[in-house]
Antibody, heavy 121, light 106 residues
Framework: QLQLQESGPGLVKPWETLSLTCTVS?????????WGWIRQPPGKGLEWIGS???????YNNPSLRSRVTISLDTSKNQFSLKLNSVTAADTATYYC??????????????WGQGTMVTVSS | DIQMTQSPSSLSASVGDRVTITCRAT??????LNWYQQKPGKAPKVLIY???SLQSGVPSRFSGSGTGADFTLTISSLQPEDFATYFC?????????FGHGTKVEI
């Protein structure tokens, strides 16, 4: 059964780099699909951060400009998120998810449970 | 960016009610439109993709309709486990954007 699990520090200092890893079990990330990150500030809605396809193409949210890097590590069956120069506005629950292309649409069909990251000194 | 507007932002309903949530995009999404359900403290779960296709394992009381820029999620007979927040999402053009959510309360 496909499962995704986020891991990483729960507290990051302002202006430092937030680094999260998503470990995938039950499916090889090199077999296809795209892999993405979505976040949700406390009490607010969902914000798409970006996705990367196993073939290399990547799409990031322009609102995060060049602060975002999503990488795939096929040897560990993991993918990661790095967000540079964080501020309090980056405090959120971060979800990793698998993306699929079906019925002429793109959808995140499997999600991790989420990990809360607080930006504070 | 394509902005997604959901309405209502919240609603109160009873078990057995028919519930309709709408989602309007600022331009056509070519039916790249998904609906998710989120319960408190949990990750979102996909219900509908491609505007009207039911995700495997999702009860048939959930349905999606619409085309272009106007979409609807319908719950034909609300069950106790359906009290949650529902989000629409367009994945037609980046950035992939979500609606602000509709909270369905008892």
């Amino acid at each position: 059964q496909l499962q995704l699990q986020e891991s990483g520090p729960g507290l990051v200092k302002p202006w430092e780099t937030l680094s999260l890893t998503c470990t995938v079990s039950g499916y090889s990330i090199s077999a296809g699909h795209y892999w993405g990150w979505i976040r949700q500030p406390p009490g607010k809605g969902l914000e798409w951060i970006g996705s990367k396809h196993h073939g290399g193409s990547a799409y990031n949210n322009p609102s995060l400009r060049s602060r975002v890097t999503i990488s795939l590590d096929t040897s560990k069956n993991q993918f990661s998120l790095k967000l540079n120069s964080v501020t309090a506005a980056d405090t959120a629950t971060y979800y990793c998810a698998r993306g699929d292309y079906r019925a002429a649409s793109r959808v995140y069909d499997v999600w991790g449970q989420g990990t809360m990251v607080t930006v504070s000194s | 960016d394509i902005q997604m507007t959901q309405s209502p932002s919240s609603l109160s309903a009873s078990v057995g009610d028919r519930v309709t949530i709408t989602c309007r995009a600022t331009q056509s999404t070519n039916n790249y439109l998904n609906w998710y359900q989120q319960k408190p403290g949990k990750a979102p779960k996909v219900l509908i993709y491609g505007a009207s296709s039911l995700q495997s394992g999702v009860p048939s009381r959930f349905s999606g309709s619409g085309t272009g820029a106007d979409f609807t999620l319908t719950i034909s007979s609300l069950q106790p486990e359906d009290f949650a927040t529902y989000f629409c999402q367009q994945t037609y053009s980046t950035p992939w954007t979500f609606g602000h959510g509709t909270k369905v309360e008892i």
